[in-house]
């Protein structure tokens, strides 16, 4: 393999993986230099739907009738511990997903939903697509598209850095600017490492 088709190669790896470092890296200075990835969400608003359950519904199925009718795709699939019941024996619904927050109280006696809509804050969306994955098993066409993008470009950074190690064996390791770009680059790593801590 020539060291020009090797360039080729590790070019076009850093440019499908660009998006991805750029989330990773932003978010990764907001975690260093605190800020505030775990921003607090916004103040909620609060609005009312009507709402009926049939007797023999179970809570499962109001909490996919809830999230159906809200148009909560991202929040899918429905966990568990979404379902929950208050002090007052109200189904409380709890849902999570890249833009925030949504609490659903089901006021079966009222025939009426109280919805709290959480708006998340921009730091707690880019946390969100950081940790999202192939793992990440979502409802959602668009967060199974960027988990499969997310792990591909992961896939795409190791053959970059594979690409770049061989190219920097190629071209002349004991030249005099390899070594120096080579020292700068461990050092400035060192530094940002310790200076961070």
């Not at 470092?21 to 609060?46: H, I, K, N, Y």
């Not at 966990?79 to 619904?93: C, F, G, P, S």
């Not at 993008?149 to 061989?166: P, Q, R, T």
Request: aromatic letters at 12%; charged letters at 20%.
């Amino acid at each position: 393999m020539t060291a020009q088709l090797l360039r080729k190669i590790h070019t076009y790896l850093g440019l499908l993986t660009f998006i991805n470092l750029m989330v990773f890296g932003v978010f990764g200075l907001a975690v260093t230099w605190r800020l505030q990835p775990a921003a607090p969400f916004r103040p909620a608003e609060v609005h009312y739907l009507p709402f009926t359950t049939a007797p023999d519904a179970t809570d499962a199925a109001v909490a996919d009738r809830v999230c159906s009718l809200l148009g909560l795709s991202l929040a899918r699939p429905i966990q568990k511990e979404v379902i929950q019941r208050d002090a007052a024996h109200n189904l409380l619904l709890d849902f999570w997903h890249v833009n925030g927050r949504h609490r659903v109280t089901v006021l079966e006696a009222e025939g009426r939903l109280r919805v709290e809509r959480i708006p998340g804050a921009f730091w707690r969306y880019l946390d969100t697509l950081h940790r999202t994955t192939a793992a990440f098993r979502s409802g959602d066409r668009r967060m199974q598209l960027w988990a499969g993008y997310n792990e591909f470009a992961m896939w795409s950074l190791i053959g970059m850095l594979a690409s770049g190690v061989a190219l920097w064996l190629l071209s002349r390791p004991r030249h005099r600017m390899a070594q120096l770009s080579l020292a700068a680059g461990v050092s400035l790593f060192a530094a940002l490492y310790f200076w961070a801590r």
